[in-house]
């Protein structure tokens, strides 16, 4: 069923989509964020990435847990159901939330306290269950709203604001997820939507857990100097290995595939998902090199962007469950309920 | 000694054998040839936390007065394992028998004057019979049941019947089976008089009803609720209810044209996330649940606090084990009634349902998804290790095809249509029930789900009067459950009697039996078993209309008076505590002994004034 009641050509000057949506039919309610943080990037190149995906507002399900980040459900999609859940367990509501209806796009939003300390156990189970879901970890190596406590994203040597020195070194969030056998690793910058949303369209395409660091920094606890989270730490030490472009289904596929630096990988909706390697040889299909890669490009102290790995099995909790393609929710009582016959009969058992 | 003779029907033997060495199937082999004689019976399993290596018992009660407590006295102890025997010659009933592998001789310091020990050497002729080691051993098992066949007068033919059924596909085991069976009752017919003063005898006890353990009945019940996701993390004595709606939906929920599953099962990594995921599962409008125990209850409380307060439908099963902590895992309590009244951090109140046997089990499942869809609120269905894991005769199980779901007040897209504006949290019926949308279903539908602050509207607040009035609201919606849980079981004496008794649970049991005894000895007493919480007017009138009342139940700290005394307004005064909380399931006497002091004492009373 589709619920469309704008009219279709309601302000010429704003752009629509094939539904006839505009980028505002893709708002929330407003942010009560500090002015200048990178989450409401975040959300504003959510935006732009369901708008341009063409995405039914109400078919999504937007889940988080609790922080900062996880407060920004709020702020996009109004017409669709938000779950702000407990701290560290929104996995769980999305894998439970998946599995009684398997067709709505699922959007996670965790932070790194959310995400790598109360709430990693579930983040590792979710990758290895392999929910079909967006899963975007709002980086900023503190927890914001609790005023700005390290997090276990902190690079060793980051001085906090009130001049504490980390001295425990950071749970990568991209190594951690290749290393559990993730189907999609990306990691991007609060800053750079260029690159940000078209890798947003190609986690909501694919098939399985998408799972998307952004490093997203905290102004208020976390953007001074000697932080390593910060605008201009990120900026100057962001280092693009792969470049993504998102082609959707209906655009025609027009830049020439044969070349030796661009790997297309069809996703299952039909879309195309093109990964320019930047860095030499960046292979965004071999995971182990993926991660020797990644490490080696830390361990110069910069930061490696892009869409790191994607392996498009299309094999993800259903498949696992077996379920039928049909939503658990949609299946009528009859189908479910043995009935009277059966139970005597099983009874017989009992005898 | 005389209590023992000639005790047809209504005997208890207790089996001691070693985990793990295959006793289990001949246990219940011989359980089920009683049951089909039509004999009321019982069957309880005592085991280690263990695979393999340690002692465990079974005991099976026949009864021809149907009572199914556990009774302490065994006329009969099956002494298999020599680990044990100190134990268990020593807890047989005085004029009792005791029935051993003689292979190896007895100590003599174990003998007793007062119990007559017939010896069989089972593992000599196992050897002799059977060739392979897991063969002799599992024989052994057999063998014992030949034996007792002999002793106890069990039918020939209702074990070989059974045998046949049960190894219908493997003829090869038939015949060891057989020959075992045969090698144990001839010995026995040839060394002993058979049969024993204890015997059985052909009864019309069980013609309708089924033997099941509680959790293959509460199973069976989230099936035929229509249940379709369900998250679990193993644990004793819960494990067995996945395992059992495993083999159901097998049977039940796989489409027969795609061969895919009508069902989700999520093993999940903790019992928090099982809990999140039946959260999430019923948010989006499956009915889900969670089978589990203490523990992972605790571990689930900050997630129950959530599902209370944003209201959302959710079935936690707990089959309660001994606790404190990891408490005795394998043995029985009534020890978490507190935790699943009151679940999670600031003001919460559940609805709790307490099955008293694996019929209710399987009624009380069903209702436990009614409830909680029509509550828009966790609900606790809360058994233990003895209702659940231990073997039950109960009547048939019975379905009444025009069941459907009481999925409660969810709009669907047709009726989002027409609403002018929807909000989550409003009280528009005025029966505290707000109206709820599924996600996916329509975007006017649509609201923000929260733990945190929230006016009736469904917006994040932190205003003190929008706050109190949805935690209000939601008080008294919990709260008008307490006439729609199901409503208690009471019985009464003609006139009324002085003392009444309030039970819940699988203290049922051993409170009638006790309830028939005090009546023989000349003191009647009421008795009212409470079914769900909170409690309704039907558990206020009792305590009010009774000067004194026993409360059993089985825990130390007298849970249920506690919750008596903070949920009606019963002065503590007029409720005396009989509990026992060892980890066996409650017997006759456990009751009688916490009550006749009491009794007694008023008696002395009565005749000195
Ligand atoms: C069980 C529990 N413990 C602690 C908290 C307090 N708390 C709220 S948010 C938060 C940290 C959030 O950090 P992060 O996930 O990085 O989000 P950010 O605010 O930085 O976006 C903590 C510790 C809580 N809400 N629940
Ligand atoms: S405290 Fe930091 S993370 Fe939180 S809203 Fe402000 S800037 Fe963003
Ligand atoms: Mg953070």
Known sequence: MTYITKPVA???KMRHNALGLTPRDYEGTMSTLCAGCGHDSVTAALIQALFELDVE?????????????SKTPAYFVKEAHGFNSVHGRMPSIAAGSNAANRDLVYIGISGDGDSLSIGLGQLSHAIRRNINMLYVLENNGVYGLTKGQFSASADVGSVSKRGEINRQGPIDPVSLALALGASFVARSFSGDKKQLVPILKAGIA??????????????????????????????????????????????????DYGHGDVRAVTMHDGSVVRLRKVAEDYDAANRGAALEHIADVRKRGEVPTGLL???ETGQDMHGFENTIEKPLVDLRYEDLCPGREALDELQKEWW | MAHNRDRLNDFTIRIGTVNGTGSASANSLLLQALFRMGLPVSGKNVFPSNIQGLPTWYEIRVNRDGYAARSPTFQLMVAMNPQSYARDLSEVASGGWVLYDS?????????????????????HMCAERFERARERTLMKNIGYVGALVALLDIEMDVVQEMLEEKFADKRGLIESNFTAIRMGYDWAKEQWKCPLPIRAKRMDATKDSVLVTGNAATALGCVYAGATVGAWYPITPATSVMDAFKEWCHRFRVDPETGKNRYCILQAEDELAAAGMVIGAGWAGARAFTPTSGPGISLMSEFIGLAYYAEIPSVFIDVERTGPSTGMPTRTQQGDLMLVAYASHGDTKHIALFPADPRECFEFAVAAFDLAERFQTPVFLVSDLDIGMNDWRVPRLEWDESYRPDRGKVLSAEEIEKVKDFYRYLDVDGDAIPYRTLPGVHPKGAYFTRGSGHDKYG???????????????????????AEHVPQPEIHTVEGGARYGIVSLGGAHWAVM???????AEGVPVDYLRVRGFPFGVAVKDFLDSHDEIFVVEQNRDGQLRTLLTIETECPKSKLASVRYYGGQPLSKEHVLDGIRPHVASAAVEAATQ
């Open chain 1, 206 to 255: 694919h098939t399985g857990f998408a799972f998307v660091d952004v490093i997203s920094p905290c102004v208020t606890f976390n953007d001074h100097k000697g932080s390593t989270k910060s605008y201009a730490h990120t900026r100057t030490h962001a280092y693009e290995v792969v470049e993504t472009d998102f082609v959707p289904l209906r655009r025609e596929i027009t830049a």
């Open chain 2, 513 to 519: 039996e006790a309830r028939d005894t005090l009546a």
């Open chain 2, 103 to 123: 292979t190896k001789e007895l100590d003599d310091k174990l003998l007793r004057d007062d119990v007559t020990f017939l010896g069989i050497p089972l593992a």
């Open chain 2, 459 to 481: 917006k994040y607040t932190e205003d003190s009067d929008a706050y109190v009035e949805v935690v209000d609201r939601i008080a008294q919606k919990v709260q008008s459950a």
């Open chain 1, 57 to 69: 507002p109400y078919r999504v399900a937007k889940l988080s847990g609790i922080g900062c980040s």
């Open chain 1, 309 to 311: 790995y994607l392996e």
């Open chain 1, 10 to 12: 309601r302000h010429p």
